[in-house]
């Protein structure tokens, strides 16, 4: 009875609280419904719904993806290339890649001194993620450390112009995320859509856009209905983060 609630528990957090996309861009959900009542109520299909495996990592990734699939979604975000085969056994899609690096969101593209280890770690797993049938792949800018915009928008353009090319010839889209700067990622350039945006009309390339994560923009600059109307070309995936209730966990 004891797992059996446990379980119950479990799939009540993960319908409260989902995050983001696959192929098309989508946003996630988090009405407060019974569980009853979610399992009852079958999804349309029309968005594609992931969760992120950091805000659950108080499972293990089997179980994870044991969940997932009961309530009717087929993917996880943020997950590396030795964790693939775990979702692979489960039928469960790697909606947004990690390399095999450390993906430290603060030691980005913007600054030349990181530019060399991060461009071969994102060459090196490029074509894993085409073998894999995998098409999304995270990027961060980094912090400013007292650089202007436009420095930094050219570093991040010389940076994405050399790994651009190889990522066309296998179909994977780089995406940068953007993250809010006044509480959560201090000092962190991509944390206005117009900055995005802008940096993808500079590179012109289909396989890069943004990641547009909503509980950040919305701390970042608000008006998140406009923005994505404005800005949705440039938009390649959607998240959100919500408190859970019960627990502490935040998506």
């Known amino acids: 009875m004891k797992a059996k609630q446990s379980r119950r528990t479990l799939l009540k957090?993960?319908?409260?609280?989902?995050?983001?996309?696959?192929?098309?861009?989508?946003i996630s959900f988090a009405d407060k419904v019974s569980l009853k009542d979610y399992k009852h109520n079958?999804?349309?299909?029309?968005?594609?719904?992931?969760?992120?495996?950091?805000?659950f990592n108080y499972l293990s990734l089997d179980e994870l993806c044991?969940?997932?699939k009961e309530i009717g979604?087929?993917?996880?975000d943020l997950v590396g290339p030795k964790d693939w085969p775990t979702l692979q056994q489960h039928g469960i899609y790697s909606s947004m890649c990690y390399t095999a690096g450390d993906n430290n969101l603060y030691k980005g593209l913007d600054n030349p001194i990181y530019?060399?280890?991060l461009i071969q770690e994102y060459l090196d797993v490029i074509p894993i993620m085409a073998k894999a049938?995998?098409?999304n792949l995270i990027c961060f800018s980094g912090t400013r450390e007292g650089m202007d915009d436009e420095t930094g928008m050219k570093n991040c353009q010389i940076a994405l112009e050399k790994i651009l090319p190889f990522a066309e010839k296998n179909g994977v889209t780089m995406v940068m995320e953007l993250l809010n700067s006044?509480?959560?990622h201090k000092d962190y350039m991509c944390n206005h859509v117009e900055w995005g945006a802008a940096l993808c009309k500079?590179?012109?390339?289909?396989n890069f856009k943004l990641l547009f994560d909503i509980y950040h923009m919305q701390i970042q600059e608000g008006d998140i209905i406009r923005n994505i109307r404005d800005y949705h070309q440039y938009i390649a995936h959607y998240q959100d983060k919500w408190v859970q209730i019960p627990g502490p966990h935040i998506l």
């Open 13 to 26: 957090n993960l319908a409260l609280g989902a995050s983001a996309a696959i192929a098309a861009p989508a």
């Open 42 to 55: 079958k999804l349309k299909g029309n968005i594609n719904h992931s969760v992120s495996r950091w805000t």
């Open 66 to 68: 044991k969940a997932v």
């Open 73 to 76: 979604f087929s993917a996880i």
């Open 115 to 117: 530019h060399e280890k």
């Open 133 to 135: 049938g995998y098409k």
């Open 182 to 184: 006044k509480v959560d």
């Open 202 to 206: 500079l590179i012109d390339s289909e």
